[in-house]
């Protein structure tokens, strides 16, 4: 969360702008510049980005947390209204100043990316504003209701009492969270932004999941906070004396919790009485502008909603052909739509929905990943400091949450990046998608690349926080194919399970654009994924409920998995026996998160760079 708020920030930003204006104009007119110049320039654009993201960490208790700080530890962040209008004028502020006070032909190269980054980010957040209330703030898959939970349990680390006591005051400050919280989803529906029908049931589950057992109810069972609580406790070195106050004002604070819970229940039960199945972004106001920009944003390209959904057929219909040939292979007699019927069907492919089965599943993920650590030399020359750990989903969320998903670990590289197996229906765990599944989450996938963007030197931290959703979901794709180069997928099923896991993400460019642009109803992309994919009934429904609530993020993947294909055959042709693909990959991950446009100037500067006469 970007939380930005404060006059006293603007002010000295305006200060500078005024201090600079004289040794910036003086430099407007100039086209070259020395060592020495373009050095300092590069310096004094580099100290305003630790500047700018020393504030913004500052306004974010949640991002301190995130980061493995401790400042601000029993905060949470401000997610007013008027504090997202704050950050737009203060980014108004420093748009200024980037232009006014900064030459930006006397910038070394990599300052000069930055520069152009920062400046993008900055105009997309202010033109983006008037979409501020665009989007659903309590859904199934990141909504408070579970996010702030999981956070304390997964983030808020416990290394002492002190520790501990801002824990017990962040239970304390919640409701005032979930006031605002509540203030957000009446100023949306207001606006006509309401919540679909079908989120009210999965979002008031997950709340009363929070509030039910000890201290909340009368139960053998302690509730998931309290547990957690307690768990941190008995964490740390003290006497039965000690933990009793600790347990009091805990106690007592969670009642506040229960109190912030009661409200937003209260709430949604009262707006689901008019909430409507129309589930489009088309239904909002100026909903097609909206549903061109968040295209625009999510793919960083120009590609319209038609060219993605003609994209995502054709993408279709040549995974079909080559799961065909697998078919083939294995020896199926029928069609491939009966072959999809056999893969959903036969127990072969599952594990038994026990509580071994489950833990099987998230220790042999763990072994997959084990197994592709020792490989990644082969294919890559930076690798990441930071570990990865395999767990399953809690059980407050896992009815709600995806299948799998991954959580970065801090900075500082203390705790780990976490890979996320949803264990609560086996049978949307097929083992044939494991080993995908697993290279996508974890490695090479989403640790390796966001870990070795945490942990770049020579960048601004910006750059090494930020995301663009095509890029990061595009090679989170492009590696669940890395490694059938190496020889894994040797199973003719676990390399259907790779195709199935690219089928999906290719209907998800024909069901996103279908629903939020043709006015496709729930049942119709539902339909879609059944009829084209081998995936349960339970996966289609979550995936069409996602693209309801999350309008146009999930047509990333493909997008960006494409070109960094592209990109890839594209050295390769031009550099024939100099191609390196440990050089490729280092060029795609070595600047960290860039839009697909910036990506390709970087390879097509790399080619350049081997083949300097081509």
Not at 125 to 132: S, V
Not at 190 to 199: H, L, S, T, Y
Not at 369 to 387: H, Q, S
Not at 600 to 608: A, F, G, H, M, P
Request: aromatic share 10%; hydrophobic share 35%; with cysteine.
């Amino acid at each position: 969360m970007k939380i930005i708020k404060t006059s006293l920030a603007i002010l000295a930003i305006s200060l500078a702008i005024t201090s600079c204006q004289n040794t910036a104009d003086s430099k407007k007119d100039k086209t070259t510049f020395t060592e020495v110049e373009m050095k300092q320039e590069s310096e004094k654009l580099n100290n305003f980005f630790a500047k700018v993201t020393e504030e913004r960490i500052k306004k974010s208790p949640m991002m301190q947390t995130r980061l493995g700080k401790k400042d601000d530890y029993d905060k949470w962040d401000d997610i007013s209204l008027k504090a997202k209008a704050d950050e737009v004028e203060l980014s108004k502020n420093y748009l200024t100043w980037l232009k006014d006070s900064i030459s930006v032909n006397a910038l070394d190269k990599k300052s000069k990316l930055s520069y152009d980054l920062f400046k993008q980010r900055l105009e997309n957040t202010i033109e983006d504003h008037k979409y501020e209330l665009y989007h659903y703030p309590l859904n199934q898959m990141h909504g408070m209701q579970a996010e702030i939970p999981a956070f304390l349990i997964n983030m808020h680390q416990v290394s002492d009492v002190s520790d501990l006591k801002a824990y017990i005051k962040r239970l304390g400050n919640m409701k005032p969270l979930f006031d605002q919280l509540i203030e957000n989803l009446k100023a949306s529906h207001e606006k006509g932004i309401k919540i679909p029908k079908f989120v009210f049931e999965k979002v008031i589950r997950d709340s009363k999941n929070v509030i039910t057992g000890q201290p909340f109810t009368d139960s053998k069972e302690n509730s998931v906070l309290y547990e957690d609580f307690l768990k941190k406790l008995n964490s740390l070195d003290l006497s039965e004396e000690d933990k009793k106050p600790l347990i009091k004002v805990a106690k007592k604070n969670l009642e506040q919790v229960k109190v912030a819970y009661v409200n937003l229940i209260e709430f949604l039960n009262h707006e689901e009485s008019t909430a409507t199945t129309d589930d489009g972004a088309w239904k909002f106001p100026n909903g097609q502008e909206f549903y061109a920009n968040a295209l625009q944003r999510t793919t960083t390209t120009d590609l319209s909603a038609k060219e993605i959904h003609e994209i995502g057929l054709n993408e279709v219909k040549r995974i079909h052909g080559e799961m065909n040939v697998i078919k083939e292979k294995v020896g199926f007699k029928g069609s491939l739509q009966e072959f999809f019927k056999f893969m959903k069907n036969d127990p072969q492919f599952y594990y038994p929905e026990t509580k071994k089965g489950k833990e099987d599943y998230v220790t042999d993920a763990t072994k997959i990943i084990n197994t592709m650590k020792g490989r990644l030399d082969e294919l890559f020359i930076t690798k990441p400091k930071a570990d990865l750990v395999t767990k399953p989903v809690e059980a407050f969320r896992e009815k709600s949450a995806g299948k799998a998903f991954y959580q970065r670990g801090s900075m500082d590289g203390k705790r780990p990046g976490t890979y996320y197996a949803n264990t609560y229906d086996m049978k949307s765990m097929p083992s044939y998608q494991m080993e995908a599944l697993a290279y996508h989450e974890g490695i090479p996938g989403h640790h390796m690349q966001i870990s070795i963007a945490q942990e770049l030197d020579g960048i601004p931290m910006f750059r090494k926080l930020g995301g663009y959703t095509a890029y990061v979901e595009g090679w989170a794709l492009y590696c669940e194919n890395i490694p059938k180069e190496l020889g894994f997928y040797k199973d003719p099923y676990s390399d259907f399970g790779r195709l199935a896991m690219e089928l999906w993400r290719a209907c998800r460019l024909v069901v996103d654009t279908g629903i939020h642009e043709m006015k496709w109803t729930r049942q119709e992309g539902i339909d879609f994924y059944e009829n084209n994919t081998p995936n349960s009934s339970a996966d289609c429904i979550k995936m069409v409920d996602r693209h309801i609530v999350m309008p146009s993020q999930a047509t990333a993947y493909k997008i960006g998995m494409l070109k960094i294909m592209e990109l890839r055959e594209k050295s390769k042709n031009q550099l024939g026996d100099k191609f390196d693909i440990r050089e490729f990959h280092e060029v795609v991950l070595s600047n960290g998160p860039v839009p697909l446009n910036i990506l390709e100037d970087l390879v097509d500067e790399y080619i350049q760079g081997k083949n300097p006469n081509s």
